[in-house]
């Protein structure tokens, strides 16, 4: 049975609001609630987290440079990770939060449990496999239960991905079976930098492997039907001829998220599975050279624990600059965008998938700017607006869910190309 939650005093809570990337999410919210959608009727929010001065100044911050001096008056909500009756209260009074605390896998589910408690929709930007996966496991039954839809892996990782698919699937006229996707990253003079938590997720994430396929033997889920031709796998580092530079495969969720959504869709929706490979393009001979040396030296100092102390304590010397405990500066972030190619394959209608060979090409794109700070939080605020907009067009039953999963039926990817994500087709051959 859903809960109720029209009657709560805010549509939407950010919490972590004072954290690196909470204070971008902050000012997105912030431009969606003067938007068209919410112009006239507007959107109550609030931003809640451990420091009423840390959060007092982030929405000083946004007021300023926004130009919204309203924005100071914004509420302001304290509760911390470890104090269970306040993140209840938290989510008591909020319909959606959006959970920006992370590595998740130590802050993330006590956030997940008080939502699911107390009837307030989760979104978080999660790339974590282990704790998307392991959520998935332990609250799916009750938040299905209390019509609580929890919706991870909604920012970067893996909106992109996870979506881009949904859209190429749905730009063929006939069945699309499978699809390879190429992430580029472009950048200014002074070049790209990562807040160092999500390096911190890196780090754990490699050292918790086996962890995760452990997970997986529990949540025992049958192989997916291969439908059309087998996609092949390609090796470590290769030359694609598709992006015309060496690529590698991409190390973050995007394709267990992809994976996730595949398996909601033909076991519940009866739709075609699409086999999914996800790459990241690296460039010349060079950035081969130099990424093969730093992957080295990551997964040796990854294996021990004075090794994982030392990465953590210096990020920027590790990464070779890619990652701080300062994050990217503002000019770093104006200059910097990512785009993501997809090459699907697949078969014309009335053609039958499992006969012959596919006929069907089609090459689409996923652009955005700078893809942690500005993307994300895009990402991030269209999936909680999603939830608060279209409740029609949400999966029957709350439960734990990807965005693909979640948002397969709604209008998110019309309203990510109207916030500056932009999906298109660039070639189809049927």
Not at 235 to 248: D, K
Not at 266 to 282: I, M, S
Not at 291 to 300: D, H, N, P, Q, V
Not at 327 to 342: A, L
Request: aromatic share 12%.
């Amino acid at each position: 049975m859903a809960t109720r939650t029209s009657h709560r005093p805010y549509q939407i809570a950010i919490f972590g609001a004072s954290g690196f990337t909470g204070q971008f999410v902050v000012e997105e919210v912030a431009r969606v609630a003067d938007g068209e959608e919410y112009r006239g009727q507007g959107l109550r929010w609030a931003v809640a987290g451990r420091s009423r001065e840390k959060l007092e100044e982030v929405l000083s911050r946004a007021a300023e440079r926004l130009g919204k001096p309203q924005l100071k008056s914004i509420d302001i909500l304290i509760c911390d990770i470890n104090d269970a009756p306040a993140l209840a209260d938290m989510c008591k009074k909020a319909t959606v939060v959006l959970d920006c605390v992370g590595p998740y896998r130590f802050y993330g589910e006590p956030v997940v449990k008080a939502c699911v408690e107390n009837g307030a929709h989760f979104v978080d930007i999660s790339g974590e496999p282990q704790f998307l996966e392991s959520m998935y496991m332990k609250y799916d039954r009750q938040a299905a239960d209390n019509g609580v839809y929890v919706v991870g892996s909604s920012g970067f990782d893996s909106i992109p991905a996870d979506m881009g698919v949904l859209f190429t699937r749905n730009s063929i006229q006939g069945t699309l079976t499978a699809v390879e996707s190429f992430l580029s990253f472009k950048s200014g003079p002074e070049g790209v930098c990562i807040h160092d938590g999500t390096w911190q997720s890196a780090i754990n994430g490699i050292k918790d492997q086996g962890a995760l396929r452990s997970l997986r033997k529990k949540l025992g889920f049958k192989p997916l039907p291969v439908v059309g031709q087998k996609l092949k796998r390609r090796g470590a580092v290769f030359y694609s001829n598709e992006v015309q530079q060496y690529a590698i495969p991409f190390m973050g969720s995007d394709a267990s998220v992809v994976k996730r959504t595949q398996r909601y869709l033909y076991e519940n929706l009866q739709e075609t599975p699409v086999q999914y490979a996800a790459y990241a393009a690296v460039g010349g001979i060079a950035s081969v050279i130099k990424l093969m040396f730093a992957g080295f030296l990551f997964l040796l100092f990854t294996k021990f624990s004075f090794g994982r102390k030392l990465l953590i304590k210096f990020p920027k010397f590790f990464s070779f600059g890619y990652f701080s405990k300062e994050g990217p500066t503002q000019k770093q972030m104006d200059e910097s965008s990512f785009s993501m190619t997809f090459f699907g394959e697949g078969y014309s209608q009335g053609l039958d998938p499992q006969q012959g060979k596919p006929n069907v090409k089609i090459c689409t794109q996923v652009t955005g700017p700078e893809a942690g700070y500005i993307t994300t939080p895009i990402a991030m605020v269209q999936a909680g607006v999603t939830i608060l907009k279209e409740p029609e067009s949400l999966p029957k039953t709350g439960g734990v869910y990807t965005p693909g999963a979640a948002f397969s039926k709604t209008k998110m990817i019309d309203r990510l190309n109207k916030a500056g994500i932009h999906f298109t087709v660039l070639s189809k051959m049927e």
